[in-house]
Every structure is written in structure tokens, then in C-alpha cells.
């Protein structure tokens, strides 16, 4: 294969990367506990393994503030964006989210993903717990990075 012919087309996995170093770079930028975000990003996975991932959504959903964003705020609407059709991933060839984008633009968009979560099958609960993990993956990595580049140690 010649490597001058380079394709133009993303796998999925590299758009995953590339939304989670948004994602963790904008949390880096804005938190002002960053830390508690990078504990946050490690813990989740084992979280969503033990009580599945509506419990676990509802867990961030309840300790999130909306007003002054917190890290589970943060990671509530990443994966909100990221699960359910948004601006963050409407143009993403290989991704189709589980979820839709929310209808009714007036109303609030905090509790979308947990109305999502309630009203559907069980195939796409699957399917968006799959996401959330190959999601979490990303963030954790690139979140101990970052976490270490400004001299925190998390193990």
C-alpha cells in the first residue's frame, strides 16, 4: 500500500479520540477541580459495570449543577452530546448516536439523555452503554495526561 495515498475518512475510533481530547481539554480549561474530573472519568466505568448505565447517568445527573458546572455537570453533557444526535457529532460519517436530538428546543436539554434512556428499547441501551465505555476509554487516557501534566498523580 502506498503511503502517499492517505485516506481522507476517519475510523470511528479515531473521531472518539478526537472528541475526547475536546472534551477533556475544554474540562482542563474550565474546572476549576480538574482533579475531581480526572477521578471522575476513571471511576465511571466501573459505576456503569455494577449499576448499569442509567443508574450511573442518573447518579452524575443528581450531583450535577448546571449553573456552575462541576466535573459530573462536564461529563453529564459530554455524554449527553455524544450519545444523542447534537452539533458535536451530526457530520460524523461512521456515527450514528443511539439517541435523537432533542425535539423541543425550549425546553431544558439537562435531562434529555436520562428521557432518552427511559423511553427506549433495550437494543439501543446496549448499544449507548457500548458508546459510553469506548467514550470513557478515551477520556480516561487522555484525562491521566493531562492530569500529569500539570504534576497530578491519579492511579
Known amino acids: 500500500m502506498n ?4 485516506s481522507i475518512h476517519q475510523t470511528l475510533d479515531q473521531v472518539r479520540a478526537m472528541i475526547a481530547w475536546e472534551y477533556v ?5 474550565e474546572l476549576k477541580d480538574f482533579e475531581k474530573y480526572v477521578s471522575l472519568v476513571k471511576k465511571f466505568p466501573a459505576i456503569i459495570n455494577n449499576n448499569g448505565l442509567g443508574q450511573a447517568l442518573a447518579f452524575i445527573f443528581s450531583k450535577a449543577n448546571f449553573n456552575s458546572k462541576n ?10 452530546e455524544w450519545l444523542t444526535r447534537s452539533e458535536k457529532n451530526k457530520d460524523i460519517m461512521h456515527y450514528s448516536p443511539p439517541y435523537p436530538e432533542q425535539k423541543d428546543k425550549n425546553k431544558s436539554i439537562n435531562d ?29 487516557n487522555f484525562a491521566s495526561g493531562l492530569a500529569i501534566d500539570k504534576g497530578e498523580r491519579h492511579g
Do not use: G, P, V
Request: hydrophobic share 40%; proline share 0%.
Open 25 to 29: 481539554s475544554q474540562a482542563k480549561k
Open 71 to 80: 466535573a459530573e455537570t462536564f461529563l453529564f453533557i459530554q455524554l449527553q
Open 112 to 140: 434529555h439523555l436520562i428521557k432518552c434512556i427511559i423511553s427506549n428499547n433495550s437494543m439501543l441501551y446496549l448499544r449507548a452503554t457500548h458508546e459510553t465505555m469506548a467514550l470513557l476509554d478515551k477520556l480516561r
Open 3 to 6: 503511503d502517499n495515498h492517505k
